[in-house]
């Protein structure tokens, strides 16, 4: 026979991994998301709960260097990883060439999507120095938007192409 245990009974877990180039030990619960404890526990309010169903995006995190949906990973399964969150972009206070790009472009409106939308746009681009506009528009589909246009947010993530490759010294991109 099933029996089900109560919540309160179950022992919590701890794990360890590596949050924005940090190495850190927490402990949770078994049944808490990623999203749960970046948020709660390390007080990294970028990422957000829209939906909590993977449909949205603005949960988006980078885990060992792809997007995920933040709210359908479980804490547990962040044991021994490498996790960005948009909190880790900046350095001493300089935005990075994504966020320089979304500001010049003028994408933020209300801003909720605006973590998620830098964290895959991020994603793409440590894998890829020069994205198409169509790998571009796949890598951002997973995040949605109800104010801005996504075009806007796609020349953004050009633009930002353009300024990594400029700051890297391409030639291309310095005439
Ligand atoms: S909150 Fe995770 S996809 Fe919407
Ligand atoms: S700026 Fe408001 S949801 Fe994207």
């Known amino acids: 026979m099933n029996q089900e ?26 049944w808490e998301t990623a999203l749960d404890i970046i948020r709660n526990k390390f007080q990294l309010t970028g990422a ?21 949906n933040g709210c359908l990973i479980l804490a547990a399964q962040l044991d021994g990883r490498t ?16 966020q320089k790009a979304f500001l010049d472009k003028g994408v933020v409106q209300c801003g909720f999507c605006t973590p998620g939308m830098l964290m895959s746009a991020k994603a793409l681009l440590d894998e ?8 571009i528009t796949n890598a951002l589909s997973g995040n949605l938007c109800r104010c801005a246009g996504y075009v806007q ?16 010294g391409d030639p291309a991109e310095n005439r």
């Open 128 to 135: 890829c120095d020069r994205p198409s506009k169509g790998r």
């Open 48 to 68: 957000k709960e829209g939906c909590g169903i993977g449909e949205c995006g603005a949960c988006t995190i980078v885990m060992d260097g792809k997007a995920v």
């Open 83 to 98: 996790i960005e969150t948009v909190e880790g972009l900046s350095s001493n206070g300089a935005m990075n060439y994504l």
């Open 5 to 30: 245990i109560p919540q309160e009974e179950l022992a919590d877990l701890e794990i360890s991994f590596t949050l924005n180039g940090c190495q850190v030990h927490v402990s949770i619960k078994p």
């Open 153 to 168: 947010i796609i020349d953004a993530v050009e633009e930002a192409v353009a300024i990594k490759l400029k700051d890297a």
